[in-house]
């Protein structure tokens, strides 16, 4: 069984990788496409507000940046006023021919949760908002679960970052909120947690990413664990890890725009059992770990 294992190459992705002038590039949603590795990046652009471009991959590991756009505030004509401070993390579910991008909205009114869909990276059509403010780490599900799709979110409420579940009969109708997680007092993740990736199928149920943050003085840590939840009742937690897998180490890790955070919104699971954990370190880069379903699930008994 394999543990964790950060690429020797990290980070794979930096801002000189970027064929135009953006102040960062991080915080990716990744998927096989065309049977190509696709990164939806998020990239903080000199003005300060987030916008997305892709980065395409036949390894996994070396990527090529496009060279414009895919995605920006100004492209939500219905809903402009919301993401109007930028377009952040994306996560990206595959649902039969369709990827659906579920990302945070940035504006005075506080972050939320929004959703589109793509079937080449190119064209979107934005659906709009499927929360209110203050809500983001969304994710979907890749199928329906009891005739439904489902989705996990953080919404804020007062000092409260819980993560919790909705169902819908058609991705834009959410209902049935139920909160299935809460940060465990007094550990790494004791102040907020947060989905960190879409769910991916297992014998033994739906494996999830999360973000845990735990605040030290004038400075927090963010760092990555893993959770286990049931098939066919997604609100019930199977297992939880107790350690983090993945915490910031090193100084590619550790300094940057926003120091000691390791983030990730995307991760691909290959035929074999390898899964590759795309991450950022301090929010000023894109780095990948690879480990196996495996040894995850272990981690969440
Ligand atoms: C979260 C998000 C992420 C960011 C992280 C660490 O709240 O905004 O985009 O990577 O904080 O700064």
Redesign the pocket.
């Known amino acids: 069984m394999k543990e964790i294992k950060k690429c020797n190459k990290n980070p794979i992705i930096t801002k000189s990788d970027v064929p135009f002038i953006v102040n960062s590039i991080f915080?990716p949603g990744a998927v096989k496409f065309n049977d190509r590795y696709l990164l939806v990046c998020r990239v903080e652009m000199p003005d300060g507000r987030s916008s997305f471009v892709t980065a395409e991959s036949d390894n996994g590991y070396d990527f090529k940046v496009a060279d414009k756009l895919c995605l920006t505030p100004e492209d939500h004509k219905e809903c402009y006023e919301y993401v109007e401070w930028g377009i952040?993390?994306p996560r990206i579910t595959p649902v039969d021919d369709t990827f659906y991008l579920t990302y945070t909205g940035y504006s005075k009114y506080e972050p939320l949760v929004i959703l589109a869909e793509t079937k080449d990276f190119e064209k979107f059509k934005i659906h709009g908002i499927i929360s209110e403010p203050s809500n983001k780490d969304c994710a979907v599900f890749p199928e329906q679960i009891n005739g439904y799709y489902w989705k996990v979110d953080r919404p804020t409420a007062g000092n409260r970052n819980d993560i919790w579940l909705s169902k819908s009969p058609d991705m834009i109708h959410w209902g049935e909120y139920k909160c299935i997680m809460e940060p465990s007092k007094g550990t790494w993740e004791t102040q907020k947690i947060g989905n960190s990736s879409p769910p991916i199928k297992t014998k033994d149920g739906w494996l999830m990413l999360y973000h845990g943050v735990r605040g030290f003085g004038s400075s927090i840590i963010?760092k990555i664990g893993v959770v286990l939840l049931d098939l066919n009742k997604p609100w019930i937690i199977k297992g939880r890890t107790k350690v983090p897998i993945i915490f910031p180490e090193y100084d590619y890790e550790r300094i940057g725009d926003?120091g000691n955070?390791t983030?990730s919104n995307g991760w691909i699971a290959e035929q074999d059992g390898e899964v590759k954990i795309y991450y950022?370190g301090a929010?000023s880069n894109i780095c990948v770990a690879t480990t196996n379903i495996n040894y995850l699930l272990s981690m969440c008994k």
């Open positions: 915080n952040e993390d963010y926003v955070v983030f950022s929010d």
